[in-house]
Every structure is written in C-alpha cells, then in structure tokens.
C-alpha cells in the first residue's frame, strides 16, 4: 500500500464515503462523531479485539487507519487515544504513520496509551512518535519492543522532539540495555518530565545506576515508579539513588518499589534519601527485609528532616518484632499519616505475621500514659496502621483502633482529648514551681479543652458513633474545679504571703501611669500653646514687612512729588 500524506487527505476528504473505509456502522458512527466535532469524544480506544465501550474502534478488515488518522487530527476535543491489542497483519504497519501523521495535527491530543501491541506496529508507531509534539503523556506497555524500540525511543526523547511531563513504559523487558538506551533520551526531556513508571522492566543493579544518573536533570520529576524489578543485588543502585535525594535534585511526591526483591543492605543503602525526599514510599512485597533491615527505616522515621507521609509495607513477612521497630519509628514523628501493614484481604493478617503482642508495641506509642506531660508528647499524628477496609480482620486492641481513628478525626485536639482520657486526676505539682504565674495558663488550658467533651468518633460501622469523653459536662467542670482547687493549695505559704505586697506594687504601678499619663497631657498642652506662639509671631512677621513695604512706596511717592515741585519752580522762574 503506497503511502499516502495529509494533502492527499486534504484533497479527498470531500468525496469520503464512510462505508469504503470503515469495516462497520459502529466504526463510521465515530468519525461521524469527529466530523461533526462531538465534544463528549474526548478519548478514542481502538483494536483488534472486541470491545464495547461506546468510544471503541474496533479495527477490522476494511478500516484504514490514514482516513481515521486524519479525522481525529481535525477534532478539537480529542484528547487522549488509547490503542490495544492491535495486531500485526493486514498491512496495518504500513498504514501506521499517515495514521500519526494526521492525529499530529490535532491542538488538542495529549495522551498516548499503547499496550499490547504487535512487534511491527509497535515499532512503526514509536518511529512516527516524533511528529507528535505536543504530546505530554505516553504510555507504553506490554509491547515487545526489542532493542532497535527502546534505541529508537531513546534517540526520540534525546532529540528534544517530544517535551513529555507523563513517561510509562511498562512489562517491556527493557533489561538493562534498553534502560542505557533510554538514559540519554530522559536527560533531554527531564526538566519537563513529572512522572516516570518503569514497572516491570527486568532492571537490576547496572540499569538502576545508568537511570540513577539520568534522573539528575529530572529536577521536576514528582512520581518515579520502579516496582516489580529485581533489585536482590542492587544495593549500590539503590545508595545512588539515595544519594540523589540527598544531593536535593529530588523531591518526589511518591517513590514505588513493589516487589523489587530489596533486602536489609538495599534498605539500609535506601532508607535516609527515601524517607528525607519523599512524601509516599511503597516498598510492599519486598519479603526479603527482615527486622534488622526495619530497624535502618525506623531511625530515618525518627530523623526532624523525615516528610515521609505515607509508607507502604504490605505483603511483607514484618513479624512481632518488626512491628515493634516500626513502633520505635514512630516515636517523635511528627509527619507520617499513613503506614500501612496487612495482606489482601479478609484473614490475610497472617502474610504479615504481626500477633496482638507485636501490634501492641503501638499503643504506648499513640498514648503513653506514664504522666500528662509523657501523653501530651505521643504521636498524635499517624492515623492509619492498615488500610481502611481490613482492620475488621485483625485481631487488635480496640484502644489503638480508637487512639488512630482520633488522631484521623480531630488531629487537632486529639492530644488533650487523651489527656481527659487517661488521667481522671491532673495532678498540678509539677506546676507549682513557677508559682502563680501559671494558674492563668491552666484555666485557659481547661477552657480550650472543653471542646473535647463534644467531639465523637466512627465505630467499626461507619455509620455510629460515639463521644470520645463519656462524661457530662458537669462531671467535666467538677474535674476542672478539683485541679485548680489542688494547685492553689499547693501553692507555698510565702506565695500567698506576699500577695498584699503584690497589691501594693499594683496601686503604686498604677499610679506611676496616672503620673505619666499627666506628664503626657502637660507637654501636648505645652506643645499646643508653643504652636500658637509661633503662630503669632509669623503673624507679626508679616505685619511689620508689610509696613516697610509701604513706607518704602510712600518714599518713593513723596520723593517723586518734590521732583515735579522743584520741575514747576523752575518753571515760574
């Protein structure tokens, strides 16, 4: 089939019948839908397999994707174009790039997804990729590109054609070879890329390094997915990457290694720049890390530089006595919200191996209750241990479930609200050694705190709930007049002493003000009286120049008289 180019489009379009170049009504029915510029076909999925979404296109005998092509490029809606299973055969290759080139002349196509796509058809549509400029997302996976693919990408990305800010290549068996040729090409379009999924990709030690240096121009990357490669021996990888962070070239919104095989020596090499530059780390199903591996995490938890918000440790062997490193972690964190620990499902608690001891090693940390002062200083920040939909399945302590739902539902008051929780009694010694100075900050305390006796939180069903303090209002009020009646009798004698004194000093304080505040209004009065003065002496002023103005024009007038006098006497003479 010869190739055809957009004037030859241009000049036929006119004279189209549909049915000549669509294989059914389902498939004209769409370019219908792009001529009369539908605004609700923004995507478009099109295959060899049978679909039936109403915005598929399913290729067949009869379809020429030039003609299809050229239509969706003259849509002004058209967004994003999903292509799947779709086959070798029937010269499909050939028709592949006028098939680009007309969807290249769409302004408003941004998205590409290929997956499952034959060897040929993959690698035309990846040579024709370059006449799609303004794309910002491509999606690749599942396709056997083969070294010549990834080289051909790797130059694409390289010449600057493409500004992606959405790159995933993914079930490629890109192996090492394919990552150092895409290196390159990822160096040319980092400052725009955002996000990067390489899930799947058979990358070990030497691809990860080859990336590692790539990612150093990726200075706006936000999202970098890794997941399901081996990275058993990639502890030096993973160091480089860690050093990456460090170096402050990234900052990553979310990091995902699922199922890389890491290990004790990888997380170790990982841990600080991972936790230190990211807000969401997934490092699930690396069954491969042990306690001793956590214990490497647990201390970046602990680090003030930690903005980690999100850690996800599912599907890992983690035991009793992971669990009670995780816990250590948590100590002092002030950032994390979410780390999760479970399996699937319901009764998949066991992939994790954490009995009620080991979960019981967080309870002390969400509300340790050896003092006020020691409960005031808990984590009051980390709001789920699980994820939302399988902690009916875990045999835990209910206090923990409350003290986490509490953290979720008023963070905000949640460090007071375990204080009335856990200690009936406030004791107020620890106050007395700054004496009355502080009985204002513990009525206000209280004040602040009465909040607490209205709040509520969800019960296992969603749709109950209860308060967080069982106590009336008058029980709670009873509690606050019984603290501060204990701290002012422990207030020392010679306080209470010197409270006659203390009135003196405030009689005498506050007449000093009166003093001043009469000196104040003397020298405004004094300042006032001045301004007249100077006032009247400007007024004076120009009195007394106005009077030499006018002896001076009456001498000139007098002088001006005798001039004519003498002028007539000489005259008679």
């Not at 399988?390 to 007071?416: C, S, T, W």
């Not at 120009?542 to 002896?551: A, L, M, N, T």
Request: overall charge negative; glycine content about 8%; some cysteine.
């Amino acid at each position: 089939m010869e190739r055809r180019d957009y004037d030859y489009y241009e000049a036929n379009v006119a004279d189209i019948n549909l049915r000549q170049i669509t294989s059914c009504e389902g498939n004209a029915e769409k370019i219908r839908r792009l001529l009369g510029d539908d605004d609700t076909l923004r995507h478009l999925t099109l295959g060899t397999y049978a679909g039936w979404s109403k915005n598929y296109f399913h290729v067949g005998k009869g379809d020429d994707l030039g003609w299809l092509g050229y239509f969706i490029g003259q849509s002004e809606y058209f967004h994003h174009l999903f292509i799947r299973i779709l086959h070798d055969g029937e010269g499909r290759e050939q028709q592949i790039p006028a098939f680009m080139e007309g969807i290249a002349r769409s302004q408003s196509i941004r998205a590409l997804t290929c997956t499952n796509l034959g060897d040929s058809v993959s690698e035309a549509i990846v040579r024709e990729l370059r006449s799609l400029s303004q794309l910002e997302e491509l999606s690749y996976g599942c396709n056997n590109l083969g070294p010549n693919g990834f080289s051909a990408l790797g130059t694409l990305l390289e010449s600057g054609a493409l500004k992606l800010k959405k790159l995933l290549l993914f079930e490629n068996d890109m192996g090492e070879d394919g990552v150092a040729s895409l290196a390159n090409g990822l160096k040319s379009i980092g400052p725009s890329l955002k996000a990067l999924g390489l899930t799947n990709n058979s990358i070990g030690n030497e691809g990860l390094s080859a990336l590692v240096a790539a990612l150093a121009n990726c200075t706006s990357l936000e999202e970098l997915d890794l997941s399901c490669n081996d990275f058993s021996m990639a502890s030096a990888g993973l160091g480089s990457l860690s050093d990456l962070f460090q170096a402050s070239v990234l900052n990553l919104n979310k990091l995902s290694l699922l199922g890389c095989n890491i290990d004790d020596e990888g997380l170790q090499a990982l841990a600080n720049g991972a936790t230190n530059h990211c807000k969401d780390l997934d490092l699930s199903g690396n069954n491969s890390i042990t306690a001793l591996g956590l214990r490497y995490l647990s201390t970046s938890l602990q680090s003030e530089s930690c903005r980690l918000e999100k850690l996800d440790l599912d599907w890992m062997d983690i035991g009793d006595d992971g669990a009670e490193v995780l816990a250590r972690g948590l100590i002092g964190n002030k950032v994390l919200i979410r780390m999760h620990l479970c399996g699937e499902g319901e009764g998949e608690d066991d992939d994790i191996a954490i009995t009620p001891a080991g979960w019981s090693a967080f309870l002390p940390v969400l509300c340790d209750r050896s003092s006020v002062n020691i409960t005031f200083h808990s984590n009051h920040t980390i709001q789920e241990l699980w994820h939302c939909d399988a902690f009916d399945f875990i045999n835990i302590d209910e206090d923990i479930v409350q003290y986490l739902r509490l953290n979720k539902a008023h963070p905000q008051y949640a460090a007071r609200c375990k204080i009335l929780m856990n200690h009936a009694h406030l004791d107020m010694t620890p106050l007395l050694q700054w004496e009355l100075k502080c009985l204002p900050l513990a009525v206000g305390w209280f004040e602040r705190a009465t909040i607490c006796t209205t709040l509520s939180i969800h019960n296992s069903n969603p749709d109950s709930s209860r308060l967080i303090l069982e106590e009336s209002k008058e029980v709670f009020q009873s509690r606050i007049l019984t603290a501060l009646y204990e701290f002012v009798r422990g207030v020392p004698k010679k306080v209470l002493e010197r409270r006659d004194e203390l009135a003196l000093v405030a009689v005498y304080d506050d007449k000093i003000a009166m003093v001043e505040e009469e000196k104040k209004r003397m020298v405004a009065v004094y300042d006032d009286k001045i301004a007249m003065v100077e006032e009247e002496k400007k007024r004076i002023q120009e009195d007394v120049e106005s009077r030499k103005r006018k002896i001076t024009q009456l001498k000139q007038e007098n002088k001006r008289l005798r001039g004519i006098v003498a002028t007539v006497r000489n005259a008679l003479d």
